[in-house]
Nanobody, 128 residues
Framework: QVQLVESGGGLVQTGGSLRLSCAAS????????MGWFRQAPGKEREFVAA???????????RYADSVKGRFTISRDNAKNTVYLQMNSLKPEDTAVYYC??????????????????WGQGTQVTVSS
């Protein structure tokens, strides 16, 4: 069982930055590929970014086209935490952001429908 708790959301102006954190419980955190997703009002939950677990000798990351070059996902397995650094924020980035975990899978297969565990979400609001 893995419990995920997001933090770091808030209100920021266009062009600003935020760093989201997702703290995980459990001793096998490193074995999980981690993803960030977001859901805006009236829209489906969408993929934002993913990072591979320790099963890969190389750390792989993947990003949605809409955030590529602005967002960076990273993880610290010693702290059981995954991060999402968000720069150059736009109003269209406004959403509830969720982190999620999937055991032992390629980062390239990460999508909302297959994740094993989800956090409760943190609100990000970008004002124009």
């Amino acid at each position: 069982q893995v419990q995920l708790v997001e933090s770091g959301g808030g209100l920021v102006q266009t062009g600003g930055s935020l760093r989201l954190s997702c703290a995980a419980s459990g001793r096998t955190f490193g074995s999980y590929a981690m993803g960030w997703f977001r859901q805006a009002p009236g829209k489906e939950r969408e993929f934002v970014a993913a990072i591979s677990g320790s099963g890969d000798s190389t750390t792989y990351t993947r990003y949605a086209d809409s955030v590529k070059g602005r967002f960076t996902i990273s993880r610290d397995n010693a702290k059981n935490t995954v991060y999402l650094q968000m720069n150059s924020l736009k109003p269209e980035d406004t959403a509830v952001y969720y982190c999620a975990a999937k055991y032992s899978t390629s980062v390239f297969t990460i999508r909302a429908g297959i994740m094993d565990y989800w956090g409760q979400g943190t609100q990000v609001t970008v004002s124009s």
